[in-house]
């Protein structure tokens, strides 16, 4: 399989052998499944994929690219960043097109602390510099931290305590994510673009509350916390303190609004909007996630 561009600025052709990082979460597994469903020989690396992979373990690197045309690049929390190193294996290792999800608001002073942007950076500058194709996603929150994630519990309990005021934000919905990652992966025309992801509206807690009641018919309660006293809560709660700042400073863009603004990656690279959250929540419900 050849590619014609190795310089991240223009079109390529498809992979033949793609191999996604964290292939078992949010976004990959998503990525894996819409790969497949394509008819692309994908391999899913992770602790548990079928090709291991560790990011802690650079020694299972290697064997995890093999035979490699294309890499979804997930990175793992923490500066400095393994994934330049790994970005420099990969190109060594004949991979010449990388699809790399970042964050919104990397290269934005104050959206992102800098315990959560530097390794994004990094990351991105690995990337950009690594010679062969590349594409950026900067997606912001996720949609299905309700359905899934890390507010699953809070919205089953009936109960979601969380720092982030009445601040509203664009939740995308993952599998906008992966079509966007796959269209990178196997389509011409996504070389050197970064594409900044959002959900059509931006909402608060409790209008995403709302619109998960409207398909479950129960409607969990959203307390607003103060951030120290939520920090204090993760820590009593036996999180790490450091771990419990991070955590409590990552949703500082909700709280400040910094998350709302709408943006049109999407569109860009699907030529179709982003899917509404309310749409979200309707499969979500119908898959039973919060039965």
């Known amino acids: 399989m050849t590619f014609t561009d190795v310089t991240g600025a223009g079109a390529t052709s498809a992979p033949g052998t793609v191999l996604v990082l964290g292939g078992t979460g949010k976004t990959g597994r998503r990525v894996v499944a819409r790969l497949r469903a394509l008819g692309v020989e994908t391999h899913a690396a992770s602790r ?3 090709r291991p992979f560790d990011w802690s373990a650079p020694g299972t690197w290697r064997a995890a690219l093999s035979g490699v045309d294309a890499v979804y690049i997930v990175g793992p929390e923490g500066s400095p960043s393994p994934t330049p190193a790994f970005v420099e294996q990969a190109v060594e290792s004949g991979v ?58 809070g919205v089953r309990g009936g109960e979601l305590a969380l720092p982030t005021g009445d601040g509203t934000a664009a939740f995308i919905d993952a599998d906008d994510i992966a079509a966007v990652a796959v269209a990178a992966l196997t389509e011409d025309g996504h070389g050197g673009k970064v594409y900044e992801l959002s959900g059509p509206r931006a909402l608060s807690i409790s209008d995403v509350l709302d619109e998960i009641a409207k398909v479950t018919g129960v409607r969990a309660s959203y307390v607003p916390v103060d951030p120290t006293a939520y920090q204090a809560g993760l820590v009593a709660q036996g999180m790490h303190t450091e771990d419990a700042k991070v955590w409590t400073e990552a949703m500082e863009p909700i709280l400040t609004s910094l998350e709302a603004p709408l943006t049109d990656g999407v569109r860009q690279a699907l030529g179709r909007p982003p899917r509404d959250f309310a749409d ?3 499969a979500a419900a119908a898959a039973g996630a919060w039965a």
């Open 48 to 50: 548990s994929g079928d």
């Open 280 to 282: 979200f929540a309707r």
């Open 96 to 153: 010449r097109r990388l699809v790399l999800l970042s964050a919104r608001g990397v290269d934005s002073p104050g959206h992102l602390s800098e315990a959560v942007g530097a390794p994004h950076r990094e990351s991105e500058a690995a990337v950009r510099a690594s010679g062969v194709a590349w594409t950026i996603l900067r997606p912001g929150w996720f949609a299905q931290n309700f359905s899934e994630g890390v507010f699953l519990d």
